[in-house]
């Protein structure tokens, strides 16, 4: 029925501006708004309030519901003078009293965002392991010998691969049989291949993995039987699709090989989990997976003409859950009718029916027009719809305590507040500084991915959501992406936030400057989020355009439709230079955006292939001596072979490559005189017919760094102080920024002066 809501205070009573969805009686509206907000045993709203109410619009719902009936539907939907249907289609206001005001307060204390202050977001796992001192790769032998340096290194090509089969309801380790092994990681999936060589069954004559008192192995397999027929080997017997898989490359000082085995290569649940008592301590050792995922694939390859077999295992890290696990919402009114009955689901109080169908209770929460923060909707996603565990929940026993639970969702009573299956080592971390961002109950159809739901409640570039595997668990984090000059600046404020990548690992690079880049900003409110108010809240925030940008890099524009509200305005927060509350806000994401892209022209991207070095991973830094830069990394690829040759890489794709120095800033003691903004005029066109008027008395330090291109806050002031003088913009408004540029740091970049 109510598809968006925008909340206004233009001088008159407060109101929230509702859309349509589809024709519905005036009654029902009404009866169903007081329901919906808790109204009915308090003030509830009346049909003819309703009616009379105009909020800060001229029209009264009476006048604006009216004037959308034809001849016809005049006659048909009239009683009187008051119309008793509301079309679909259109905004109606209905007043925001104290008791719809309490219940918006529940989803946040502050929802005004600033974005200029951000900190770089790492969550709990990524700080443990980055700043434990047993970090880094087991082994390293140096040695000194008449004034030379040799320094050798030591590969501990101690791969780990366990895989719980679900034919044999066991965890088996099938280490000693890797032939080769690679995982792949973007910020949207990960995936794995291994190479294993046949085995007739895994009863092998080892001790494995302890090295000092290894018996070694012997794995003997036939091709053919007695009767000349092929011998299926022990992994098409029991390894298949959706099974559970784990990797580890080689052991970090960190780690530890206590294995506890039942017989043979079958490993003992209770050897899963990190030995950690209570789930606020940390260990003093680790067992750290490098991915965790489930099997797509199990590919048997026979070569009759060198006799040889291996077997090939392919599959995805649980973002696979995610894309792949579907909900097809079928509404229970079609279901609940015998006569009308079309489909058969059997048991209602199943996990797969409350997935499926759509109830009263799902509809209630996640379709109405309520404001609920990031992190609420994705714990009521995660609380209905993750309830397929692909594998049994008995298998992560040993988690204990530390097992993840059902978030608590105002209104949903769950008795068993344990995941299921998989779900059960997933957990989330959210970036404290997205609480401040919530959303509308339209998110579009509730059917589709999980994937597809997660990916409308984090809107890039605004916020981003991943998943990997840390740890032992596998971990989804929710942020604001660390783009920003604060954000930059921690993370090389403290070594335990990237990974140093020193000259002896090197084996490959291929960098190249990043040719993205736009001479034109602009942020809009979604319809989602502004209803009928939308184009007069865009206009008051121009578009910014970057004539210095457009000359040199091209005419390009970045384009953003906001998708996220903020409920300060509920609040009765205070406007900010005679701005509107949204608008400001839309404001300050459009800052963010300038600060974080302006900058990429100047910076690196490319390849890195290194020694195999696992403790990389997507989403985080790492910094390479070579040329003293900063990176940000996107892509890691590990690979080992096991064969005639013996081959371990690991291969990073990184981004936004930026010198040390000029993160920091560079200051030449040069001295510029200030120049003064209000005189510097630019044209529409490309070429700049600029004059400058130097203050005589003034003059400033240049000081030359990668957040020094663009003055934001100036530009803010700049914007302000339009509204203020009562230079109102409309859609096609922009403001000429050419003094926010500093020209001297655009130069001193572009002319790669710092080289």
Known sequence: MIIHIYSQNNGSMKSVVITIGEDIEVGTFVSKFNDDNGLTGGAPLTVKDFLDFTGSSNLTNRQKIVKTYTPEEQLKWMSGADPTMIKAGIFVRVPLNKTMVEKQLIYGKN???????????????????????????LESLISHIDRVSIDAQVVNLNVRVWIYSKVLDELIDVSPLVAACNTSKNMAMGAFSITLNPAKSLEFDVEYPTAVNQKGSVNTFNFTGNRDELIADYFEKYIQYNDLVFIRFERLQVEKDDVGYESGQVLKLSTLANPIADPNENPSWYRVWDMMGLIDSVDVTTNFSYTDKSISIKGRDFMKLLSEDGSYFYSYRFMSASDNRFMWMGDENSGVFKRNILTGQFEQYFLNYSLKSIKEYLGFVVNRLSNLGIISSNVFSSYGERLSKLNKVEGIDDENRNLKGVWSIIKFFFDEHINDRVLSGDLGGADGTLLELFNRICQPPFVEIFGDTWIDMFNFTVRQPPFTGESIRSVINDSANYITIENKDLLNLTLGYDTTSYAWYQVTPSDTSTG???????????????????????????????????????????????????????????????????????????????????RIKVGTFIRLDATDELYYVTGVDNSLTIGSNIDRV?????????????????????????????????????ERARTTVIDQNKTVPVRYSYFNIVNTEELRKSILENRRTGNAFNSSSMIKSDFNINEDVFEYMLKRRYL
């Open 650 to 686: 690991t291969t990073i794709q990184v981004e936004r490559g930026m010198r040390w120095d000029l993160i920091k800033g560079v200051d030449t003691g040069e001295v510029r005189m200030a120049r003064n903004p209000r005189t510097n005029t630019v044209g529409l066109g490309f």
């Open 111 to 137: 929802q005004y965002l600033k974005q200029d202050n951000f900190n770089a977001y790492f969550n709990e796992y990524q700080k443990i392991l980055q700043s434990s001192d047993g970090y880094y790769k």
């Open 532 to 614: 009928e108010e939308g184009k007069t809240t865009a206009a008051n925030i121009p578009v910014v355009f970057l004539p210095q940008m457009a000359e040199v890099f091209g005419n390009k524009r970045l384009q953003i439709s906001d998708i996220y509200l903020y409920t300060g305005a509920l609040k009765g927060q205070e406007q900010i230079g005679d701005i509107d509350f949204i608008s400001q806000a839309i404001l300050n994401d459009l800052l963010f955006l300038i600060e974080s892209f302006v900058y990429l022209p100047f910076t690196r991207k490319g390849t890195i292939q290194i020694n195999g070095d696992r």
